[in-house]
């Protein structure tokens, strides 16, 4: 039929069950397996048609079959328990954030993507995942906490998998009126709409409201009528496009996000920049401010002293960064309107690039974010490691270690990835309120009181469920893609609930390695086809659509999983989404991640099956080398630096199929008791895992590291029409200006030999080039084995500086003087970029 409209009709819910409605438009539902039941029992063909959305349900499911439920005492009964439980949560006052950080300030979160339910799209993985779960964490906390994002009315990409196993893409476009969004309206009731200029265009901007438990998320529509059809386009797709289309998205992320918070009057002390996509947030900040009438770098300093910046990328080649003609015709305007140069401007951000044999300048939204910012983390305690050692650049002189970029593990949303059946079972030995104190490592210590018999019983109805779902996802596949009768029908046979069922599915970036359990594909034949203890695999993953190698390496899987030895024992599922993650941790024993170390910032996955009682094998990167402590869960490799990646792969391999053979799988299907147990081993993982890397405990992180002592320091920074701000514009301006002209030499009598406790006179005379001798630091450095320690040299009458600095411990010393500008009140003794040595 022609279609020339479409008209969406509410539905009218029967008086005993009208908050329905109320609570499809909280996604608190999302975590609240009891909640979703309540919509799935109304047609659970429609529930899953419908990617589990209880918006859509409710418009779908015919009215008669409102009124059953309506009249039906047990449906009533549930739906009571669950609206209590809501209101219960939603008026709840003495959260963690009321007794532990009552001063809390507000935060308004930027990120680019988002996932908190497969039936909202608008996430690609890890990265949306982690920001989701950030969301739902700080509600349960009781933080005051906004996020800002992109709705993209195609999302992501939905993966099919063709006969051969090639990925490929499709777009559907989102009906906005059947998703739990409503529009962002001001106080007096008005749509809100903001616009941006563009490449000399006004680019008007809608803006969306979700309801996130107790906080809400706004989302950036340009999908709008007053917009050309291009410009509605730049909200079309998550990462799709090219290198233009991205930096319009980030300018619409950082700006239009600024003002829509403004156009909603929604306060905001701490500004937390999800990776670098949100970086130009800070031009709109500045802009305020100088309109205001503050110059430029005192605005930026403003600015900065309020902002944190986590970094999530530890490989180069993904920090994005282009060319300054691009970005000239984007933000060419933004100088002017910043009261600055160009050239100022872009030496916040410039990275310089080897392009076509050339090593020219670019512009850098890591390094643009980092400078915009006055604290900086990285998402595990390996990454900020490597994220020092890959921005040591921008302070000159420095070692890696003393880089000012910090860490915050990533955690994970517990109860949205625990089944309601595990939650049920630990709902019998742990305290009634733990899912408020899921943090809290000593209150897991009540899952030594679950018996082996109770786990085994537990996990072996999630495996069940997996395994019935991955048999309908295939059927579905095979349907499509004109498979014969006997290929359909032996999707029945798929996977068995008595074989050891190993996990692995996450984004398919080529250091991830999602084949290297096919090394050896003959000692792999004879592992997943033992009679007495088989094995088998289940694979998920999509790969970015311009990403051809890890294309491949789904097809590959594909290709082995056809093949006669490991048919039905290795399955590739297609579509990886939430809905398939939540299935899979839920349902396998083990969970397998083997990056190429040290490649992974951090990893979430596995964190959420040992939720579920699966322990995780893992390569010792990311938030496994912290997770790991021997008794829950197994390494692959060492925890060492290969400088071939061939020899790397080989040993890790070897490492993989070796615990497989010789400890996992003896250990799965063994009759020990004990600690010697398999039941033992999944209950250290749920015990460590749980409170350790929960999202709870991550964003009470950043609560203590960074949310507070920036909104402190951003409040002194700008009291007194910005005084300090000012201040330190001036003074770190005046500074770069003198450091040129700056030297300094130094002298240290050094012994052959030396005792420990022994103690070595260093001297140094500085010309300072008229900056104030007490606003140098002067500083002797000892380097033992790479460990930095720093003793101060004191200024003496006749304008030298010296100290007598001890040698603690045996070993050899490297000992060098430098000098770096300081005042009180910088964020970090290395704020002004400035070092020199002797």
């Known amino acids: 039929m022609n279609v020339i409209g479409k008209v969406t009709v509410l539905p009218q819910l029967p008086a005993a069950v009208s908050r329905l409605s109320e609570l499809a438009y909280n996604v608190y539902w999302s975590w609240t397996p009891r909640a979703q039941a309540l919509y799935r029992e109304l047609d659970s063909s429609i529930w899953e048609r419908f990617q589990q959305n209880p918006v859509r349900t409710l418009l779908e499911v015919p009215r008669e079959r409102l009124e059953q439920v309506a009249a039906d005492a047990a449906y009533l009964e549930r739906y009571a328990q669950v609206m209590a439980d809501f209101d219960a949560y939603m008026g709840k006052r003495d959260t963690w954030a009321a007794r532990n950080a009552p001063d809390m300030k507000p935060v308004a979160y930027f990120s680019m993507e988002y996932a908190f339910h497969e039936s909202l799209p608008i996430y690609s993985g890890g990265l949306g995942v982690l920001a989701g779960d950030h969301c739902k964490s700080a509600s349960d906390l009781g933080i005051p906490f906004t996020a800002v994002g992109m709705l993209f009315h195609q999302g992501y990409f939905r993966q099919l998998f063709d006969k051969d196993g090639w990925q490929n893409e499709a777009y559907d476009d989102l009906d906005l009126t059947t998703l739990p969004l409503t529009p962002a309206k001001t106080a007096d009731g008005q749509e809100v709409r903001v616009s941006v200029q563009i490449a000399g265009r006004t680019v008007q901007v809608r803006v969306w409201q979700l309801q996130v438990g107790r906080i809400r998320v706004l989302l950036l529509d340009t999908n709008v009528p007053e917009n050309s059809e291009d410009d509605r386009k730049l909200t079309a797709r998550l990462y799709g496009g090219n290198q233009e289309l991205r930096v319009q998205q980030y300018v619409l992320l950082g700006v239009a996000g600024i003002r829509a918070l403004r156009a909603l009057n929604v306060p905001a002390d701490v500004y937390h920049m999800n990776e670098g996509h949100a970086a130009l947030l800070g031009l709109e900040r500045v802009r305020e401010l100088v309109a205001g009438g503050l110059d430029f770098r005192t605005a930026l300093e403003t600015v900065a002293s309020s902002t944190l910046f986590t970094t999530h990328t530890p490989v180069a080649a993904g920090n994005d960064a282009f060319a300054y003609d691009l970005m000239d015709r984007y933000i060419g305007d933004w100088p002017a309107q910043l009261a600055t ?158 074989a050891l069922t190993i996990g692995f599915a996450r984004r398919f970036a080529t250091y991830k390695r999602a084949t290297l359990l096919f090394r050896d594909k003959a000692r792999l034949s004879r592992i997943v086809n033992d009679p007495e203890h088989p094995v088998q695999f289940v694979f998920a993953g999509k790969a970015h659509p311009a990403d051809n190698p890890g294309k491949a390496f789904i097809q590959e899987i594909y290709k082995v999983s056809q093949e006669p030895e490991f048919r039905g024992k290795i399955v590739i599922l297609e579509n990886y989404d939430m809905n398939v993650a939540r299935h899979l941790v839920q349902g396998v024993d083990i969970w397998l991640n083997n990056p190429r170390r040290p490649l992974e910032a951090s990893g979430t996955s596995g964190m959420k099956a040992s939720f579920n009682g699966s322990p995780n094998f893992s390569v010792l990167d990311g938030w496994w080398r912290e997770g790991y402590d021997g008794t829950n869960g197994w390494p692959i490799g060492e925890e060492r630096e290969y400088a071939d990646l061939n020899v790397q792969d080989d040993a890790d391999a070897y490492s993989l199929y070796e615990t497989l053979e010789d400890v996992i799988v003896p250990r799965y299907y063994g009759t020990q008791t004990g600690e010697q147990s398999w039941a033992h081993t999944v209950r250290r993982s749920i015990e460590t895992v749980s409170p350790r890397f929960s999202m709870q405990r991550q964003v009470i992180d950043y609560v203590q590291k960074y949310y507070r002592p920036l909104a402190v320091r951003g409040a002194e920074v700008a009291a007194n029409g910005a005084q300090r701000a000012r201040d330190l514009g001036a003074w770190k301006t005046w500074v770069r200006a003198q450091w040129p002209y700056t030297t300094i030499t130094a002298q240290a009598t050094l012994p052959a030999s030396a005792q420990p406790g022994q103690t070595i006179p260093v001297t140094a005379q500085v010309n300072s080039a008229g900056i104030k001798l007490n606003e140098l630091k002067v500083e002797a450095v000892l380097n033992r084995g790479g460990h930095l320690t720093h003793h101060p040299l004191q200024v003496q009458p006749d304008g030298t500086f010296r100290a007598d600095v001890p040698l603690t411990e045996s070993g050899l010393y490297s000992v060098g003087v430098r000098m770096i500008p300081e005042v009180p009140g910088l964020s970090n003794p290395l704020e002004a970029g400035l070092i020199k040595w002797a």
């Open 341 to 498: 140069s160009r050239d100022d401007l872009y030496a916040l951000a410039r990275h310089d690039q080897h392009w076509d044999g050339h090593l020219v300048p670019a512009f850098s939204m890591t390094v643009f974010a980092l400078n915009m910012s006055r604290a900086a983390n990285g998402v595990s305690e390996l990454h900020g490691e490597v994220s020092r050692d890959m921005w040591k650049f921008l302070y000159d002189g420095a070692e890696a270690e003393e880089v000012p970029i910090g860490h915050v593990t990533n955690g994970a949303h517990n109860l949205t990835f625990t089944s309601q059946h595990m939650r049920d079972l630990l709902s019998t030995v742990l305290p009634a309120d733990w899912t408020e104190r899921l943090e809290d490592e000593d209150m897991w210590k009540g899952v030594d009181n679950l018996s082996d018999a109770q786990l085994s019983d537990v996990q072996l109805v999630m495996k069940r469920e997996m395994i019935t779902f991955v048999r309908a996802r295939m059927r579905e596949q095979m349907l499509r893609n004109g498979a014969s009768a006997a290929d359909v029908a032996a999707t029945d046979e798929l996977l068995s609930e008595k």
